[in-house]
């Protein structure tokens, strides 16, 4: 008998819900970093400079916030920041690896 998840037998609807909740979810998180932005910054650096691979993890996702809060603000500030970090941390290939699979 084969094994299904939840979310392959779940209803269009059911799923555009979950879609939905997600969204808000996500919207939510992201109010709660305004005005944040420059310590997200700094814990990013911190993070990078621990040269740890789930520290890289944690900076990129920390950095998929704040792109997503630039990207609220219409900000280019956002991409001159990235391009500056990739820069200064060229020689770090697990990071940089990191860093393109999420897009940034």
Do not use: N
């Amino acid at each position: 008998m084969p094994f299904f998840s939840r979310t392959e037998v779940c209803s269009p609807q059911e799923k555009a819900r979950r879609e939905r909740e997600a969204a808000i979810a996500r919207a939510h998180h992201l109010d709660a970093l305004v005005g944040r932005e420059p310590a997200i910054w700094t814990q990013v650096e911190g993070l990078i400079a621990s040269k740890q691979p789930k520290s890289y993890d944690q900076a990129v996702t920390l950095l998929v916030d704040l792109r997503d809060l630039a990207t609220r603000k219409g900000g280019a500030d956002f991409q001159r920041r990235v391009e500056e970090l990739r820069a200064a941390h060229a020689r770090k290939p697990t990071l940089i690896d990191r860093l393109q699979k999420a897009g940034l």
